[in-house]
C-alpha cells in the first residue's frame, strides 16, 4: 500500500475528561464517541465543527480513510430540524414484483421444466451421498455448506426484487463474478500465490459447494436473504430464514482494481482481494458499478462487545483455483429476521478482514 494520508490534527480525538480529586484530563487518554475505545489512534477524527472523536470504522457508513479534507461528524453536517434544507430520506423505488422482469434483471437461465428437475435430482442425491453419518468433528474441520433456498417461489421472487431494488437505486447493475474491465486490472493479476504470507486454500469439496450456490443461483435458486431499507444505515441484509452455522452467503465480487488506482477513492465498500508483498500489485474489489448482495452487508467493529454479539459472519480470503476470492459465510446460526454483520477488522489468523479497505 501506498504511503498513509498525512496525519492532521482533527485525526486525534479530543482527551476524555476525568472527574478526579486533579481535575483536568491526561492528554494521552484519547476516547471515539461511539466505541469508547482510545486504541487505534492514528483512526480517530476529530470533527471540525464539535470537536468530537469518532474512528473511521465506527462511522455508519465507515470511511475507508482519513479524508484530506474538513471533516464533519453526522450531528454537524446533518442540517437543523428547523432549517428549510432538511430532507427527510425517502424510501427507494421499489423494483417490480414481475417474474419476467425479474429473471431479466438476473439474466436467470431459462432452462426447461424437465432439465432444472434433472439437475437439481443429481445434485439432491450428491449431497445425501455426502451427509450419510454423523461423525463428531472440531469446527476447524467441518466443510461449507451451501445456502438452502426458499421453498415459496414467490418469497424468492420478493427476496431478489428486494436486491434489484438496492441495486437499481445505487446505480448498478447485478453480476455474480469478479469482473475485469479495460483500465483497471487485468485477471492475470489476481495471483493467490503473490499474497503476502500466503493465502489459505479452498478444500476442493468447498470448491464444489461454492459451485453449486452458483449454479443454484443461475437458475433461480435465491439465497434466503432480504435487502431492507433502514433510513440509518441504508440498504443493509437481514436473513429471510434460519441460517446454519457455516453456510455460504455469498461471494464478495465487483470490479478488480489495482489498490495504487484507489488510495483516494472515497468509496465506503471495498474490499482487499490481494495484499501483496510488492504494493504497486495489491488489488482491491470495487462493487459501485457491478455487485451482488454482499455490497449491502455491513461490516461491524468486532473490537466492541456490542459488535462481537452482533457479528454473524465471517470475511474470508481464499486461493481457488491459483486465484483470489472473498466469501462471506455464517460464523453461527442466524435466525429469521436477524441482520447480517460481518467483521472488517478480525485476527489476520481466524479469518483475514482487516483488508475491508
Known sequence: ?????????????????????????????????????????????????????????????????????????????SPSPHSKKTKVAKKPKQFPLVQTKIVDFFKIQRAPAAALAAAESSEGKKRKRKTGGIRLVSKKKRKLLPFNPSDDPAMRLRQMASLATALTATGAVFSNELTYVPAMAPRSANRAALESGGMQVLPKEDVETLNLCKRMMERGEWPPLLVVYDPVEGFTVEADRFIKDLTIITEYVGDVDYLTNREHDDGDSMMTLLSAATPSRSLVICPDKRSNIARFINGINNHTPDGRKKQNLKCVRYDVDGECRVLLVANRDISKGERLYYDYNGSEHEYPTHHFV
Open 1 to 77: 500500500m501506498g504511503p498513509a494520508t498525512p496525519l492532521r490534527r482533527r485525526t486525534r480525538a479530543r482527551p476524555t475528561t476525568r472527574m478526579d480529586d486533579a481535575g483536568g484530563g491526561d492528554d494521552d487518554d484519547v476516547r471515539c464517541e461511539a466505541c469508547g475505545s482510545g486504541e487505534s489512534a492514528a483512526e480517530l477524527l476529530l470533527c471540525d465543527g464539535c470537536d468530537r472523536g469518532l474512528h473511521i470504522f465506527c462511522l455508519r457508513p465507515i470511511l475507508p480513510r482519513v479524508p484530506a479534507g474538513d471533516w464533519f461528524c453526522p450531528s454537524c453536517a
